[in-house]
């Protein structure tokens, strides 16, 4: 029986698909030397095969370690990445003057954790609330990955037809269950979502994907309009009492 062949993909990728790190996180390993192939120290670049060998020495273990993952209560007027059209990104807010007092890590800000520090996920400008910053590529993966599956909840002010007080009682049921599943985005349908009234002007969302601008978008195609969004939870870990452009560490026992 004849075997097809075997696709060589880049090493980066194979070992993110490993689960072990990220993409950007493998470079630096591999520029370390601490990635072998057949018993080798990888070339950057290099593409393998299954059939290839990939090993991963301890010390990328130990550099791993010692990645920090930072929680932000984003404030409305900064962008999650790169800076654009004159805002600045939210990593200008990650300093040791607004690092919450009541964060219980020994930890404290140094310039090499500020390096390869980057958002998992991001949280559109006019938008607050929680924003996750790590350096660790498992927390990325795990959180931005293809197959992720974890939930984010919002907080969402509306209007409905220009009604800004009790718009849960003029709003009808079927377009309710619309936003739960129904909705198509970009031509792909969307994920099943849990939406509920909060309060008579306030939605809560709980989301298992992240498109750009998702609920504004998906609220304007049932005919509301969003003033007001919030993220409040990424998975277990929660924004609690973290005041608003201060930031914390993620603890130890905290896993998303």
Not at 136 to 151: C, F, K, M, T, Y
């Amino acid at each position: 029986m004849h075997t097809p062949p075997l696709e060589p993909i880049r090493l980066n990728k194979r070992l993110a698909e490993m689960g072990l790190c990220s993409r950007r996180e493998a470079d630096v390993w591999i520029e370390n030397g601490w990635v072998l192939v057949n018993g080798q120290p990888a070339a950057m670049g290099v593409k393998v095969t299954s059939a290839d060998t990939v090993e991963v020495d301890r010390r990328a273990q130990g550099h791993q370690d010692t990645q920090v993952t930072i929680l932000l209560h984003k404030p409305m007027g900064y962008v999650s990445g790169q800076a654009e059209d004159g805002h600045e990104p939210a990593i200008t807010l990650i300093h040791g003057r607004s690092q919450w007092r009541e964060d219980t890590s020994k930890n404290r800000i140094q310039p090499s954790q500020l390096r390869g520090l980057a958002p998992a996920g991001r949280l559109d400008i006019d938008s607050v609330g929680l924003l996750i910053l790590t350096q660790d590529g498992r927390v990325a993966r795990q959180l931005i990955g293809e197959d992720s599956e974890i939930e984010k909840e919002y907080l969402v002010r509306v209007t409905y037809q220009d009604q800004a007080t009790d718009v849960q009682k003029i709003f009808p049921d079927a377009q309710l269950l619309r936003l739960r599943h129904g909705l198509s985005l970009d031509g792909k349908a969307l994920k099943p979502a849990r939406v509920e009234w909060q309060n008579p002007e306030q939605l809560r969302f709980v989301l298992k994907e992240g498109k750009k601008r998702q609920i504004r978008r998906m609220c304007e195609l049932v005919g509301l309009r969003v003033v007001g969004l919030k993220r409040v939870r990424i998975g277990k870990v929660n924004l609690g009492n973290l005041p608003v452009g201060q930031w914390r560490y993620l603890s130890a026992q905290e896993k998303f």
